[in-house]
């Protein structure tokens, strides 16, 4: 079965200590995607990467950081969280012109 | 640069009747264009997309879409509406690469 794994599904933390949100995907696409989603404003994109260690900055990159290592993994890096990154977060991943498949999304809450 | 709006925060419909999502989008070039939808505490999920032939296109759950280059639509609609469709419902634009925009969201209530 397709699947995109995000890890944690639900986070709590503190100003200021650094967490990593994973992505994992069995599909072997060669595209990889963050994307965070607030009220009122849809989903904006935070990073990509076209295949293995090759990123690129999307809309709203600040304060994040990825890497891509392996093609499986994407993982989403906040090295110095803010309350400004409290969202719901999202990996996909793509191939061609097919659709992007999205994981059940990560929501991080800083205090 | 690309955009897609999506002009409608939320619709009511009723169970039964026919249900429209509205979605305009402004690219350079062909367009990709998709609908994906979101229940509760779930990812995106694909219901369907045009790349080229009809205009008419048929997706997931019995919902279709109608792609008007003139018009630079491509609303979503289905024949009628159950409540199990309640969800929030993204349009969302390609063109020319892998990079999605998304519009901001349309909330679907369908009332029993």
């Known amino acids: 079965e397709a699947q995109v794994t995000q890890n944690p599904r639900y986070l709590i933390t503190v100003t200021g200590k650094k967490l990593t949100v994973t992505c994992s995907q069995n599909m072997n696409h060669e595209y990889m995607s963050w994307y965070r989603q607030d009220p009122g404003l849809g989903l904006r994109q935070i990073y990509y990467?076209?295949?293995?260690?090759?990123?690129d900055k999307g809309d709203v990159p600040e304060g994040y950081k990825v890497s891509r290592k392996e093609k499986r993994n994407f993982p989403l890096i906040l090295e110095s969280p803010s309350p400004n990154q409290t969202s719901l977060y999202f990996c996909?991943?793509?191939?061609?012109?097919?659709?992007?498949?999205f994981g059940d999304g990560t929501r991080l809450s800083i205090l | 640069a690309q955009s897609v709006a999506q002009p409608e925060d939320q619709v009511n419909v009723a169970e039964g009747n026919p249900l429209t999502v509205k979605c305009t989008y402004s690219v350079s070039g062909n367009p990709y264009l998709f609908w994906y939808v979101q229940y509760p505490n779930r990812g995106l999920q694909f219901l369907l997309k045009?790349?080229?032939?009809?205009?008419l296109v048929k997706g997931s759950y019995g919902f279709e879409a109608e792609f008007n280059k003139s018009q630079t639509s491509f609303h979503l609609k289905k024949p009628s509406a159950l409540v199990s469709d309640s969800a929030l419902y993204f349009c969302a634009v390609k063109a020319g690469s892998y990079q999605l925009t998304f519009g901001k969201g349309t909330k679907l209530s369908v009332i029993p």
């Open positions: 045009y790349i080229t032939g009809d205009n």
């Open positions: 996909a991943t793509q191939t061609g012109n097919q659709p992007q498949h």
């Open positions: 990467s076209m295949n293995v260690e090759v990123t």
